[in-house]
């Protein structure tokens, strides 16, 4: 079973920063493709970064120069460093990962979501 566990969430005000965390764990094989979503209150859920296994990363353009996503393969983690954030960026933040387990079956697999809110 494998299990995504995301960290780094909170209360901060505009133009401040966070740094999100999710670790993948369990019986993982391989993982490819990994990302970060939000949902805003009454809306649907976005994608917001993603990042491939050998770590070209792409960003949807409202955070473009702000955010930036990262990887570690040896720890099965991604990041999501937040910068200049703006109140719009309230969101529950999921992490997202495409993960080949035990199986031998590729899943997408998604963390319980971290709130992050931002203050004006």
């Known amino acids: 079973q494998v299990h995504m566990v995301e960290s780094g969430g909170g209360l901060v005000q505009t133009g401040g920063s966070l740094r999100l965390s999710c670790a993948a764990s369990?019986?993982?094989?391989?993982?490819?493709?990994m990302g970060w979503y939000h949902q805003a209150p009454g809306k649907q859920r976005e994608l917001v970064a993603a990042?491939?296994?050998?770590?070209?990363?792409t960003y949807v353009d409202s955070v473009k120069g702000r955010f930036t996503i990262s990887r570690d393969n040896a720890k099965n983690t991604v990041y999501l460093q937040m910068n200049s954030l703006k109140p719009e960026d309230t969101a529950v933040y999921y992490c997202n990962a495409k993960i080949l387990a035990s199986d031998y079956v590729w899943r997408d697999y998604w963390g319980k979501g971290t709130l992050v809110t931002v203050s004006s």
């Open positions: 990042i491939t296994r050998g770590a070209t990363p």
């Open positions: 369990g019986r993982i094989f391989s993982i490819n493709d």
